[in-house]
């Protein structure tokens, strides 16, 4: 496989069409190399337009899904940013060459040191690994700029708006599916919340998060 010419067709005939247009955004794709965080039996899959197998049953989510969520959360090089949900590392350093500070959060031990591996090895230096649940009570302090959780919800949890400085903004993909929507929450006001829908995909649940009861009375 030519990898260039592999991560030039990703870039331009899947990222690009999805209205991933910033040229700071795309150039970061060329930077950061994706099948550097894919695991060496999937590593064929890197550029495909799918979400890629990580250990534990969990996975990557499909690169133009990273790439339009890095576009609309708008990183600037003086923010702090959490994601919830590390996988492979990949989202955490494209989001670490945006960032003055990445804090990324993993359930599952072996994808937090598959992802402090991976990033370590990239030579990823502003990015801190941790083990935790995300959706409860977070194991370092916030306020953040800028919230991603790399996997979709039910619903966003409150706790984590909360963590959110005022014009901080979080993405994530919430619903059910079939159909879920990737969304972008603004914290407008001390109690004040925005929240714009972004575009409708479907991505593997994040571990941890509650689940609408199925029962209605």
């Known amino acids: 496989m030519n990898t260039e010419q592999a991560r030039f067709n990703m870039i331009e005939q899947q990222i690009r069409p999805w209205d991933v247009l910033d040229a700071s955004v795309l150039s970061l794709l060329a930077v950061v190399k994706r099948e550097d965080f894919v695991p ?38 003086h923010e702090r940013a959490l994601e919830i949900g590390a996988g492979s590392g990949h989202m955490a350093a494209l989001l670490a060459h945006k960032a003055r500070q990445v804090v990324t959060l993993e359930s599952d031990p ?14 990823v230096t502003n990015v801190s690994v941790m083990e935790g649940d995300g959706s409860k009570r977070l194991p370092t302090a916030g306020p953040f700029d800028v919230i991603l959780l790399s996997g979709s919800v039910a619903s966003i949890p409150q706790n984590l708006l909360n ?33 714009v829908n972004l575009f409708d995909t479907v991505a593997q649940r994040l571990v941890g998060f509650d689940e609408p009861s199925r029962f209605h009375f």
Do not use: H, W
């Open 40 to 77: 060496a039996a999937y590593r064929s899959m890197a550029f495909f337009d799918t979400e890629v197998p990580l250990p534990n049953g969990q996975c990557m989510l499909a690169p133009k899904i990273e790439a339009r969520l890095l576009q609309e959360l708008e990183v600037r090089k």
């Open 110 to 123: 072996t994808l937090a040191r598959l992802a402090s591996e991976n990033l370590k090895r990239a030579s």
């Open 163 to 195: 963590e959110l400085k005022v014009g901080g903004r979080l993405a994530a993909i919430v619903g059910q599916e079939p159909v879920m929507n990737a969304v972008l929450v603004t914290r407008v006001g001390e109690n004040e919340f925005k929240s």
